[in-house]
């Protein structure tokens, strides 16, 4: 995974505010998950069938992550959250887990991928 990815968490924590948006349509680019590599070794046994989740959905960029959001259909926000849902508390565990060190790449993934799921319309 780039290392701006973590930039990106770090400056969304603190509240830095976000460039402009270049999501790509969900339907018709092939996912954006060529976006980010994630490093399966570098996420916890139990996560790690999450990972292709977590590449497409973990935008670190507000705007971005926010238009992906919105151009998803309802049946694909839908079954991210039905994936999601039984290991909600198992990634913010492991994310928690990183205290005030700084934060993994693949770990940021999954973090932009709970933000996607809370900014998700019902």
């Given at each position: 995974?780039?290392?701006?990815?973590?930039?990106?968490?770090?400056?969304?924590?603190?509240?830095?505010?976000?460039?402009?948006?270049?999501?790509?349509?969900?339907?018709?680019?092939?996912?954006?998950?060529?976006?980010?590599?994630?490093?399966?070794?570098?996420?916890?046994?139990?996560?790690?069938?999450?990972?292709?989740?977590a590449?497409?959905?973990?935008?670190?960029?507000?705007?971005?992550?926010?238009?992906?959001?919105?151009?998803?259909?309802?049946?694909?926000?839908?079954?991210?959250?039905?994936?999601?849902?039984?290991?909600?508390a198992?990634?913010?565990?492991?994310?928690?887990?990183?205290?005030?060190?700084?934060?993994?790449?693949?770990a940021?993934?999954?973090?932009?991928?709970?933000?996607?799921?809370?900014?998700?319309?019902?």
């Amino acid at each position: 995974m780039n290392r701006p990815l973590l930039a990106l968490a770090v400056a969304s924590i603190l509240g830095a505010a976000c460039g402009g948006s270049s999501a790509e349509d969900p339907q018709t680019s092939g996912d954006v998950a060529s976006r980010y590599e994630i490093d399966a070794t570098s996420v916890p046994d139990d996560l790690r069938s999450l990972i292709p989740l977590a590449a497409r959905w973990g935008i670190g960029d507000d705007l971005e992550r926010a238009d992906y959001v919105e151009q998803a259909s309802a049946a694909d926000r839908e079954a991210l959250r039905a994936a999601v849902q039984p290991h909600q508390a198992r990634i913010t565990a492991w994310l928690d887990s990183f205290g005030t060190d700084p934060m993994s790449d693949e770990a940021a993934a999954f973090m932009y991928m709970q933000l996607a799921i809370e900014e998700m319309p019902r």
